[in-house]
């Protein structure tokens, strides 16, 4: 029997907002099938984003949603969280909400390690406002602000997270679209602040603009750079030149905020 | 059984208050001179059972308390200029969105870095117009410890009523001195609780106006899944560009305040009945405007007071009424004219007034007032 994916989609809320060949459906599903797979409950589970295309994506969602302003998602979740650590919390957004004008809010979570999960759409570009570089646009690249090309080298998201402490990094993309629901579904598991970033792609204002021809180029570019972190261990670095690493990147147990926090309360209260 | 005293600084007042309205959730970030109210937060509001979050950044903490909110807390900020200018797009975000949480911000000189240690009275604009859009607006102007311990508690009280952020300003005077402070006891001051939902989930809409202006809020990880976002929005919650929506619903966010006015003003009204010469003022400059009211009485000129305690919704009506008798209007404030144009505003050129404005981080004292209240004729 096919999944029921309308299950977990609010009633009357489609269609989205996405273009068509945009990965972020793709995305979507998995991350519906990861709630499904670990039997979570919706009622106890908030997905919170920013702003931009794939922040939409809560709206949805038949959870308890949290729309919030450009790159606060992780602040506000952090505030849902502390208030309320049996909750579920997931996060939702792209590359330039979460690591340019929310960047301050992403590290300090990996740093605190809270129990959330922040998934990152990385499709390497502002979407919604018509294509200007994000802190995630390879260098040279053409976008509506740059023109002459992109001077400004990228972040590497998923370095990012690790090395401002965050204690699960994976990496999928929207063209494995199969991975996506047990990455996503390995790191909720995962006691403490996971990230789960997604290359994505996005034909209307990136693709465009950088010489690919049609969705199923950018879909397939993906394919093609992707390399299993199993796989890259045998491969050289020759090898790997313009590659991308997927898979879990990165796990360790670190103490968690809310339950460090609980202790905060014990040991105020024994005085 | 006599009650409880003690000698404390306005900002831990504004602590030991939030903790007496129920607040169980504060987020802050180091600020100059507001931050005495976060370590008091750090070290009682776990004690209680509460949490404390020191954030990253000003505008993570005012984030955090909005989404702690939406998860059934009740939840304080506290900061400064400078920080209050940075959480104005979440204010706005609270305004629109209508989660109700306190910002206490203490009146420090300004704009930008300007005197982190001094006093001023110059963010009361920002209190109504710094967030973008039209919005309620409510801010409270306490002028004593025990007033800040109480005005904190009504905050609460106001926010949770009318499911909307509401604004304590104390000026740096207020916040750092030491005072007697007599605490109320338990059950004395009445605590507002937010209205929840009596709806099942399945017919639950965060913005249901069939309940009235205020409609009730429910809470994240109580059963009912709801959407909230900082767009305009229908009644369920979800974005919507149709006019007829949006314009009905920005005019229902103003009105729940503005068509409360009588329940959200307060004022204190000194020596005002045979009052002359009215001197308006607020927070700290208001002790200064009685010993000048005083003084002036002595030397036989009938002076009185009228002393915001509500600066917004500003008392229009009051100030309206005053302007029917009054020969003139002295306005002192730490700042160069602020309440003096809403005072204008209403008084409509019946009455001349005269503002006392200071800047230079020392307060207004009770000799500049008196000189001022004998150049009305």
């Known amino acids: 029997m096919a999944f029921d994916y309308e299950k977990y989609i609010r009633p009357g809320k489609l269609p989205h907002i996405w273009c068509p060949g945009c990965g972020h459906g793709i995305v979507m599903k998995g991350l519906i099938r990861a709630i499904d797979t670990l039997k979570m409950d919706t009622k106890n589970t908030a997905i919170v984003s920013g702003i931009g295309c794939a922040s939409r994506l809560p709206g949805y969602m038949d959870c308890c949603t949290l729309h919030t302003a450009h790159g606060r998602a992780a602040a506000f979740a952090t505030g849902v969280k502390m208030a309320k650590p049996e909750m579920n919390v997931i996060l939702v957004g792209g590359d330039g909400d979460g690591t340019a004008i929310g960047g301050n809010h992403f590290i300090h979570a990996c740093r605190r390690n809270i129990n959330m999960t922040y998934i990152i759409l990385n499709n390497k570009i502002y979407g919604m406002t018509g294509g200007q570089f994000s802190p995630a646009t390879p260098t040279g690249a053409k976008a509506s602000t740059t023109p002459y090309g992109n001077p400004d080298p990228p972040f590497d998201i998923a370095k990012l997270a690790i090395g401002a402490g965050a204690t699960f990094v994976a990496r999928g993309t929207a063209y494995h679209a199969t991975q996506i629901d047990k990455l996503i579904a390995e790191a909720i598991q995962h006691k403490g602040f996971s990230v789960v970033e997604i290359l994505d792609d996005c034909p209307t204002t990136y693709g465009r603009r950088n010489k690919f021809k049609s969705v199923i180029e950018m879909m397939n570019h993906l394919k093609e750079i992707a390399v299993p972190v199993k796989a890259a261990e045998k491969m050289t670095a020759e090898q790997l030149q313009g590659k991308v690493l997927t898979g879990v990147l990165f796990k360790e147990e670190r103490p968690e905020y809310t339950e460090e926090y609980a202790k905060v309360i014990e040991r105020a209260q024994a005085k | ?377």
Request: charged content about 20%; overall charge negative; hydrophobic content about 40%.
């Open chain 2, 1 to 377: 059984m006599s009650k409880k005293v003690a000698f404390l600084q306005g900002n831990e007042a504004a602590a030991h208050g939030a903790i007496y309205a129920g607040c169980n959730f504060f987020a802050g970030y180091p600020i100059t001179p507001s931050t005495e109210v976060a370590e008091v937060c750090s070290v009682e509001l776990p004690k209680v059972g509460g949490k404390f979050i020191q954030m990253e950044d000003e505008i993570g903490a005012m984030a955090a308390i909005l989404g702690a909110s939406l998860a059934g807390s009740k939840v304080l900020t506290s900061t400064s200029g400078p920080g209050l200018s940075l959480k104005q797009e979440l204010i706005g975000y609270g305004c629109i969105a209508e989660i109700p949480c306190v910002v206490f911000n203490v009146m420090r000189g300004g704009p930008s870095t300007g005197m982190p240690t001094g006093p001023s009275q110059s963010d009361v604009m920002s209190a109504k117009w710094g967030t973008h859009g039209d919005h309620p607006a409510i801010c409270l102007v306490p002028a004593s410890v025990q007033e800040t311990y109480e005005e904190v508690i009504r905050a609460f009280n106001l926010s949770e009523k009318y499911r909307t952020p509401v604004m304590v300003m104390p000026d740096e005077i207020v916040a750092h001195m030491r005072e007697r402070i007599v605490f109320p006891e338990p059950g004395e001051i009445e605590i507002v609780p937010r209205k929840t939902p009596t709806v099942p989930p399945e017919q639950y809409k965060p913005y249901d106006t069939s309940f009235g202006d205020v409609p009730p809020l429910a809470a994240y990880g109580t059963g009912y899944k709801f959407h909230v976002t900082g767009l305009n929005k229908m009644q369920d919650g979800f974005p919507t560009t149709k006019a007829e929506i949006v314009q009905a619903e920005e005019e229902r966010q103003v009105r729940k305040v503005n068509a409360n006015v009588d329940d959200i003003v307060t004022f204190e009204e000194y020596l005002l009945d045979d009052a002359e010469v009215v001197v308006v003022a607020y927070g700290s400059t208001s002790r200064s405007a009685r010993y000048a009211v005083n003084a002036a009485r002595e030397q036989g000129i009938k002076a009185g007071m009228f002393r915001i305690k509500t600066f917004w919704p500003f008392p229009d009506k009051q100030i309206k009424a005053l302007a029917q008798k009054a020969k003139g209007f002295i306005v002192p404030e730490m700042n160069l004219g602020m309440a003096a144009l809403e005072i204008e505003r209403n008084v409509q050129g019946k009455a001349p007034v005269l503002g006392i404005f200071r800047v230079d981080g020392e307060p207004i004292n009770p000799d500049q007032i008196v000189a001022k209240i004998k150049e009305v004729k």
